[in-house]
């Protein structure tokens, strides 16, 4: 039995403020908690039609904002995260320091995304929009392909990069 639309959509517009209270303890920060209820709110408002009575209408939502709060973190670290040079290929976390302001390190990544760019449209665009921050699921949403298919695509051209790449340092 599913409760009616608007009935929840009325206690959703009740929950704002202890929407908010938890969102600050999960951004600490003002104007990123008000987002974060902001797009909580719109993305409950266009699940609602999957919720159902016996589940808890306030840890439903709450779940829904803590979901959204991890993926925006992750998105966000992997847009801080770049390439390492080395043979291995290991992902590094270099936010400030990542030697894309240094004329040796703009040099190094216009060379890549040349290489890159070199790649038929089935591997550049997953890669590239994996390297964006999309999470694999994300991408393959987007291009209508399966996700085996997405992450093969993403690691063989990762591969061939690393090896286009292995002599250049």
């Given at each position: 039995m599913k409760s009616s639309k608007k009935t929840l959509e009325q206690d959703l517009v009740l929950m704002q403020n202890n929407m908010l209270s938890y969102a600050l303890k999960l951004t600490l920060n003002r104007d990123a908690a008000e987002d974060l209820t902001q797009e909580t709110t719109l993305k409950a408002l266009s699940c609602i039609d999957k919720y159902y009575d016996n589940v808890n209408f306030k840890g439903w939502v709450f779940t829904i904002m803590h979901n959204l709060f991890v993926n925006d973190y992750r998105r966000m670290m992997r847009m801080q995260t770049i390439l390492d040079k080395s043979d291995n290929m290991y992902q590094l976390n270099l936010p400030q320091n990542s030697g894309f302001d240094s004329p040796e390190g703009a040099y190094t990544y216009s060379e890549?995304?040349?290489m890159l760019n070199s790649f038929s449209d089935e591997y550049k665009?997953?890669?590239?929009?994996?390297?964006?921050?999309?999470?694999y699921d994300e991408i393959a949403k987007e291009l209508h392909l399966p996700l085996g298919t997405?992450?093969?695509?993403?690691?063989?051209?990762?591969?061939?990069?690393?090896?286009l790449l292995k002599d250049y340092r």
């Open positions: 890549m995304m040349t665009i997953p890669f590239s929009m994996h390297f964006s921050g999309y999470k997405v992450k093969s695509r993403i690691f063989f051209a990762r591969k061939r990069l690393q090896e």
